[in-house]
């Protein structure tokens, strides 16, 4: 098997590529990770806009697979990265703060033809970004790599954050029933390197023909196996096996289907990461989290973070919510991985309640709280009501003021709100196949700036930036009926409180409520847009916000955005664990000036630091978790709770035969951090078992730190958290010494 060469570190970018880059390509410098401060503004590149028409059809590709209508959404339609840079000031005036990008590399450049059933062909293209074929070029529809870096310039420059989705579960389908396979199906290909393994790049940025073959493409992988076999798990479709095996080690939906648990894999992977975040990005989703061997996630992580420019910003896909019983590894997902989730349960929740009806606003109020004692870091959490996996909102009922409340609820709710592009202008999407939502903003709405939802957007912005309660806020109900839920963010002594009623047809009165906001009058912060007004705060017997009326599908926001002064508050973290040298940012408010930041009792260096933000150091400390706090002089601020990993994370794949009880599971635990030290309800992920048939044998990939002695034991753990440890002394082993390795270990026998 041909190894990438270490000539070309997984840390650190190559020299030439930096000299390419500082020729023309230069990479602006990060703006910081992605806070619940912000707003994201999801844009698919192809369905955005159109700011260069000549890289419609680029040299080489098919007619065959570009629209340009809006008519045939499985065709490229012809956005670009010029299209994105063009409307800076569109999404600069709206009040977004952050937009997430569709995959920006290279992707399977042909017709995918698709049979179907009763008779005819579907054709399709690859405007998604998720057949990739080369990570280290731009998709020649959006663009060169100079587009690319001209529109994070352009972004940038209005302080506005770039989170690039990254596809590290698969390459392009490779099984796909039809009746002529391409030979391109599933194929990974990569530049040319030079004597020491380097990739070469053009002033541009742009991959070289280095060796003068008459392409800059060569390939490295394919999932039939006649280059580098093993880079895919080749065991068929997932199809309708749900089970934990099923979903992470089969192809999803055809794709072929990465092996993780591969050194090679994993190297080339990490180097594809760091590769696009040298180019100044801010943060990145990665796509199907649900289906990645989380061991594999947890140091893919570590391994971007750690790579020059400190810990940016991850949040991943993983699909489901409640009642799936894979619930409960969905919310201890980022606990496990370091991965924070997109909120589908959030999605699942708004449109039960505020699209379809089948839930009332008791469905919401539970939502925030049983979500605030199962999600570890709920206000890393990215919130939608809208995006490209799903319908959109407006297509089930059509009701713009309903999206509307939708709009507000996510924006003033804990998390990261996301807003999926086009929902300011109330597109509705078209059609039945999956694409339906993924329509072309340039030929289906205009770029209206005065649209009551890009007001909302504004406002409400606005205000996440202001007042600290809506990004750092505990969620409280105040007020609760079916239709009508009242509830208050409060951070400290900042308060913002919310009143939605949902019904469309009736009014309703709300009693006074206790508040701890001061005696005054406060102003509906969206200026009546969703028929809002003033609210009163007396002093009676404590303070009360005296009793109100609802109209049909108002809402109210109030806030008070008290001041904290000089002592430091910490409202969250970026990132949540990482190792000893790795820069973090932690978020708040009286964080400038002369503070100290202590991770247990060790002290931190601070990098930088201003009143709401510390860039601060990771300390050499003892592996596990630490108490983060802020000190100024006398005064020490809340806790937050970070984990400091042993080392650099690679796997390790442990191997049982132990017979199980119906509701029990395998377990690993052991001496480090990353096994639990010895702590049961700390063992991270249950083992899988891949055939029924034999049912006894379980397997488990675990993250791990590189070259190091620990011991270790199996138990089982049933549905009520009951523990079989079992007999015998302590197992040990010790970790490969390479930051990528894996150790496939031999199978044991519970004792």
Avoid: C
């Amino acid at each position: 098997m041909r190894r990438i060469s270490h000539q070309y570190t997984l840390k650190t970018i190559s020299l030439i590529t930096f000299a390419a880059l500082s020729l023309g390509a230069t990479a602006s410098s990060a703006l910081g990770p992605v806070t619940a401060k912000d707003v994201v503004y999801q844009i698919i590149t192809d369905r955005f806009s159109d700011g260069d028409p000549s890289n419609n059809i680029p040299a080489g590709s098919p007619s065959q697979i570009f629209d340009g209508s809006g008519a045939d959404l499985k065709l490229y339609q012809g956005g670009d990265f010029k299209g994105i840079t063009n409307k800076v000031s569109y999404l600069k005036n709206m009040g977004i703060s952050a937009v997430w990008i569709s995959a920006p590399y290279a992707n399977r450049d042909e017709p995918i033809n698709d049979v179907q059933p009763s008779g005819g062909t579907d054709v399709y293209s690859s405007y998604h970004g998720y057949h990739v074929s080369n990570y280290f070029r731009t998709n020649p529809h959006f663009g060169d790599m100079q587009d690319f870096t001209d529109m994070v310039d352009a972004l940038h420059a209005q302080g506005i954050k770039v989170v690039v989705d990254f596809v590290s579960n698969h390459t392009s389908r490779w099984q796909n029933p039809t009746t002529g396979y391409s030979p391109e199906n599933g194929r990974l290909y990569e530049p040319d390197r030079d004597a020491n393994g380097d990739f070469v790049f053009n002033a541009s940025g742009d991959p070289l023909d280095y060796n003068n073959d008459g392409s800059v493409d060569n390939l490295i992988a394919d999932p039939n196996g006649t280059v580098n076999p093993g880079w895919f798990h080749r065991i068929g479709d997932r199809g309708s096996d749900s089970s934990r095996f099923g979903f992470r080690y089969k192809d999803l939906g055809s794709l072929a289907d990465f092996t993780h648990e591969l050194p090679a894999v994993v190297e080339h992977l990490e180097e594809a990461a760091t590769f696009w975040k040298a180019k100044g990005i801010d943060g990145y989703r990665h796509d199907a989290t649900l289906h990645m061997n989380p061991a594999f996630a947890k140091g893919f992580r570590d391994a971007i973070d750690s790579a020059p420019g400190g810990a940016v910003t991850h949040f991943g896909e993983f699909f489901i919510g409640k009642p799936d019983p894979k619930f409960a590894e969905y919310a201890s997902f980022p606990t496990r991985t370091t991965i924070n989730n997109l909120d589908f349960e959030f999605y699942r929740t708004i449109a039960n309640v505020l699209d379809n009806g089948s839930e009332d606003m008791n469905a919401l109020a539970n939502f925030y709280q049983y979500t605030d004692t199962q999600y570890n870091y709920a206000n890393q959490t990215v919130t939608f009501f809208d995006n490209h996996d799903v319908k959109r909102f407006l297509k089930n009922n059509g009701d713009g003021r309903s999206l509307e409340l939708a709009l507000a609820t996510t924006l003033v709710s804990r998390g990261i709100p996301n807003v999926y592009y086009g929902s300011e202008q109330y597109v509705e999407g078209f059609g039945t196949d999956g694409n339906d939502g993924r329509v072309f903003m340039d030929t289906s709405s205009s770029f209206n700036q005065t649209t009551r939802a890009y007001r909302i957007i504004q406002k409400l912005s606005a205000l996440r930036q202001q007042n600290d309660a809506l990004a750092y806020g505990f969620t409280s109900i105040l007020y609760l009926t079916s239709d009508v839920l009242v509830m208050s963010r409060k951070f400290f002594e900042k308060e913002v409180i919310v009143a939605i009623n949902r019904s469309p047809y009736n009014t309703y009165s709300v009693p006074n409520l206790t508040t701890s906001m001061p005696v005054g009058t406060y102003n509906d912060v969206l200026t009546g847009e969703l028929s809002g007004s003033t609210a009163s705060v007396i002093s009676a017997g404590g303070a009360q916000i005296t009793g109100f009326t609802l109209s049909p599908q108002e809402v109210n926001v109030w806030s008070h955005d008290a001041q904290l002064g000089s002592d430091p508050h910490i409202g969250d973290m970026q990132a949540v664990a990482g190792r000893a040298g790795n820069e973090v940012t932690i978020v708040g408010t009286g964080l400038d000036g002369s503070v100290q930041v202590f991770f247990g009792s060790v002290q931190a260096s601070v990098v930088a630091n201003d009143y709401n933000s510390i860039q601060v150091t990771v300390p050499g400390v003892v592996a596990g978790e630490k108490v983060v706090t802020v000190k100024r002089g006398a005064v020490t601020s809340n806790n937050f709770t970070f984990n400091v990993l042993s080392d650099d994370q690679n796997q390790m794949i442990f191997h049982v035969q132990a017979y199980t009880s119906v509701g029990e599971n395998v377990y690993v635990v052991g001496s480090i951090p990353e096994l639990g030290s010895w702590a049961p309800d700390k063992a991270l992920d249950a083992f899988h078992n891949p055939d029924p048939n034999q049912y006894w044998k379980w397997f488990l990939p675990v993250s791990v730190p590189k070259d190091t002695y620990f011991e270790y034991k199996y138990i089982l753990k049933d549905d009520l958290g009951n523990v079989v440890w079992e007999s015998g002394t302590n197992r040990s082993v010790t970790s490969d010494p390479s930051a990528t390795g894996v150790i496939d270990l031999a199978e044991d026998i519970f004792q």
